[in-house]
């Protein structure tokens, strides 16, 4: 799992409680003091009625389950050269001109939390959970097990979708975070830690916040008390509705610390539904990059208020450039519905079709002026398809994407494709996310499927060129 998965020490946990005890102890003892002192009658307050949280783990627990992946993890030979700090100035010469060596693997297994959507099997949970599994397990609060297949991840919005062989399976209720407000109770329920089927509660803290990883999510923030094993378990309003997917926490020891950030159930569910249907996720793209709006910019401009999202660049060809767009525009509505931080409209526009027209209110040289945009397809598609291993993964055990034409630019090769993930007799023989392959026993290689049909009539073995960083070697892989 990657830095986003959520983790906390023994150690961390331990100190933790015996942090948090005492002070429960201490303050507990200085209340008794002062109701000593004081007549009950002068601290007396009306009692407020509390949700009924018991009977929202009741109905929806059986709906949530335990997920449990294990997988593997190269570890590279050093090739005889010396162990340097990262901050050595000969760190970075060694770690790029040195040709990737095979290692050995190490086991990984970790744990998360997912949760039923559909009776017969479809289960959500995050990306993160999942990325990278040999095999995931899923465990229902009955205590039976089975072996999932992983229909699609998407890592840009932290959604997977697993399916299980099962029928008649209790099922959570999908509702909506658009209509949740700031200061409403809410409840997860998960894993954390390996402790099945635990329940925490909170308020929602705050929406629509963008977290500096790139993600154009939209995420909920809560007080809610989510640890490692929360990852992919859902977040429930007090109808009993899932509104989020429990995803990140914001920490500086690693555990808890009072922030934790759910990805909206609109998200999650259009992911589905792509995954699903199409196999892939798409996803709108103007081709502007844009920033917040401060006080300062929004005086330099003349708005009223600092509101909007801020053109600071507009790519050439891209569908901002040909409807108009300008570096210096503001983006204050897109279709009617006003823009108040820059990571609004990057959501908004994310989850449009490739075609849909987004009709933008922009400030520009101090008035407004509605401009047209019909929304292009993401540079850059991210590839979702995992459900089917020979389809998806093949005989090499690699997802891969072709490469954008300024990507080939840039490591200076024509076709080639990109891996996004490694496993199997890929990772064994030393290929790494990040690589690029660019040939098959001599075979240039410039799409994905062509890659399947030169291992289609490859023997047992095959020598894989590949570019790492400014090397390129060729690496003999057991196809098996």
């Known amino acids: 799992m990657n830095a986003k998965a959520l983790k906390l020490t023994v150690i961390a946990l331990s100190m933790a409680a015996a942090v948090g005890g005492a002070y429960s102890f201490c303050h507990i003892s200085a209340i008794g003091r002062a109701d000593a002192a004081v007549p009950v009658a002068a601290v007396a307050a009306p009692s407020a009625a509390l949700p009924d949280m018991g009977g929202i783990v009741e109905r929806n627990g059986p709906a949530v389950v335990n997920i449990s992946v294990t997988g593997t993890r190269q570890v590279a030979d050093s090739g005889g050269l010396p162990q340097l700090d990262p901050d050595d100035p000969f760190y970075e010469f060694f770690r790029r001109f040195r040709a990737p060596q095979p290692g050995g693997e190490a086991p990984v297994r970790g744990l998360g939390s997912g949760f039923i959507i559909t009776s017969d099997g479809t289960i959500l949970t995050n990306a993160h959970v999942v990325e990278g599994a040999d095999e995931v397990t899923v465990k229902l609060t009955d205590k039976r097990e089975f072996k999932a297949k992983v229909r699609g991840i998407d890592k840009v919005s932290d959604v997977a979708v697993l399916k299980i062989d099962a029928k008649g399976l209790p099922t959570v209720k999908i509702g909506s975070s658009t209509a949740t407000r700031v200061g409403e109770w809410v409840l997860a329920i998960g894993s954390p830690f390996g402790f099945e089927n635990s329940a925490s509660a909170g308020i929602v803290s705050a929406k629509s916040r963008s977290l500096p990883d790139g993600s154009y999510v939209p995420f909920i923030q809560t007080d809610v008390a989510v640890n490692p094993g929360n990852s992919g378990g859902p977040l429930f309003n007090m109808a009993g509705e899932v509104i989020g997917i429990n995803s990140q926490i914001y920490s500086r020891s690693g555990g808890y610390q009072g922030l934790s950030f759910a990805i909206p159930i609109e998200v999650a569910m259009n992911v589905e539904k792509q995954i699903v249907t199409n196999g892939q996720v798409q996803r709108g793209r103007l081709g502007v990059t844009i920033q917040e709006i401060n006080q300062s910019l929004a005086d330099s401009f003349g708005l009223k208020k600092p509101a909007g999202a801020l053109v600071n660049s507009v790519e050439k060809g891209s569908p901002a450039a040909k409807a108009g767009l300008e570096p210096g525009d503001v983006v204050l509505s897109i279709d009617g519905k006003d823009i108040t931080n820059s990571g609004e409209l990057a959501a908004t526009v994310a989850g449009m079709r490739p075609g849909d027209v987004a009709r933008l209110q922009v400030w520009r040289h101090g ?6 945009v019909k929304v ?26 072709s490469l ?3 990507e080939q630019r840039q490591a200076d090769v024509k076709g080639g494709v990109l891996v996004q993930n490694a ?14 392959i660019l040939s098959i026993n001599g075979q240039p290689v410039t799409s994905a499927e062509q890659l399947r049909g030169l291992l289609a009539k490859a023997g047992k073995h095959a020598a894989v060129l590949i570019e790492r960083g400014d090397t390129r070697i060729f690496v003999p892989v057991e196809l098996g």
């Open 423 to 436: 496993s199997g007799a890929a990772a064994r023989a030393g290929i790494q996310s990040g690589d690029i």
């Open 404 to 406: 954008s034409p300024e």
């Open 376 to 401: 292009g397809s993401a540079s850059e598609p991210k590839i979702a398809l995992q459900g089917n291993e020979e389809s998806a993964k093949g005989r090499l055990g690699v997802a891969v994407r």
């Open 367 to 372: 008035s407004n002026k509605e401009i047209a």
